[in-house]
């Protein structure tokens, strides 16, 4: 396989400054959603970059600081639970990552999106099903997003002990769930995530 193909195609086209663009965080019952945008330098492979679902939790902090210092630019950019509620998770992950490919120091003038959907860029774009592990600077982007929400989530976990925040990241586990009923939801809490756990267990 050849993780640089979209990279290379971009760039004979003419795209100097080519991004990858993933998020991480759409699926748990908490916390907001991350998305992050990396350009990296033309024909650059970091060497153990993958999908973040596929590495250790270890090997992604590593590679976390290997990303920023090889990056030509990196960003890092939130949807908030208030965002999330508002507009949905879906739109929330759109303009998590328009956030992020707009926070650039180094503007990109062409963006691979990890996924079918296309946020709505000023730029042109490229949407790639399963683009974090098929391209070098998306599956980047995924492991600086997944990294990213992580240590917020740690964050969280000191300040609401009860819900073993540091073990789930928000995503409805077991020991979750139970402590969301047996405790009641906390800010961080996504309402309407959390509808059907209510109806399921008689809870309005």
């Given at each position: 396989?050849?993780w640089l193909e979209?990279e290379k195609e971009?760039?004979?086209?003419?795209?100097?400054?080519?991004?990858?663009?993933?998020?991480?965080?759409?699926?748990?019952?908490?916390?907001?959603?991350?998305?992050?945008?990396?350009?990296?330098?033309?024909?650059?492979?970091?060497?153990?970059?993958?999908?973040?679902?596929?590495?250790?939790?270890?090997?992604?902090?590593?590679?976390?600081?290997?990303?920023?210092?090889?990056?030509?630019?990196?960003?890092?950019?939130?949807?908030?639970?208030?965002?999330?509620?508002?507009?949905?998770?879906?739109?929330?992950?759109?303009?998590?990552?328009?956030?992020?490919?707009?926070?650039?120091?180094v503007p990109a003038?062409?963006?691979?999106?990890?996924?079918?959907?296309?946020?709505?860029?000023?730029?042109?774009?490229?949407?790639?099903?399963?683009?974090?592990?098929?391209?070098?600077?998306?599956?980047?982007?995924?492991?600086?997003?997944?990294?990213?929400?992580?240590?917020?989530?740690?964050?969280?976990?000191?300040?609401?002990?009860?819900?073993?925040?540091?073990?789930?990241?928000?995503?409805?586990?077991?020991?979750?769930?139970?402590?969301?009923?047996?405790?009641?939801?906390?800010?961080?809490?996504?309402?309407?995530?959390?509808?059907?756990?209510?109806?399921?267990?008689?809870?309005?």
């Amino acid at each position: 396989m050849d993780w640089l193909e979209f990279e290379k195609e971009a760039a004979s086209n003419g795209y100097k400054y080519i991004c990858g663009v993933d998020e991480a965080g759409r699926g748990p019952l908490a916390g907001p959603v991350c998305a992050a945008a990396v350009i990296l330098p033309e024909g650059k492979i970091i060497d153990g970059v993958n999908d973040s679902k596929k590495l250790t939790e270890k090997k992604r902090e590593k590679l976390f600081d290997v990303i920023l210092e090889e990056a030509v630019a990196c960003s890092v950019a939130w949807a908030s639970v208030e965002e999330i509620e508002e507009i949905n998770i879906l739109n929330a992950s759109m303009l998590a990552m328009k956030r992020a490919v707009e926070s650039l120091s180094v503007p990109a003038d062409f963006a691979i999106i990890d996924g079918n959907r296309k946020p709505p860029l000023e730029i042109p774009c490229q949407a790639v099903v399963k683009g974090d592990a098929r391209s070098m600077s998306v599956a980047a982007a995924s492991i600086l997003a997944k990294v990213s929400r992580d240590r917020l989530m740690l964050e969280y976990a000191a300040r609401y002990p009860e819900y073993a925040f540091e073990k789930h990241k928000g995503y409805g586990t077991k020991v979750h769930t139970e402590a969301i009923l047996r405790y009641g939801a906390t800010p961080i809490h996504r309402p309407s995530f959390l509808r059907k756990l209510y109806e399921k267990n008689g809870r309005s």
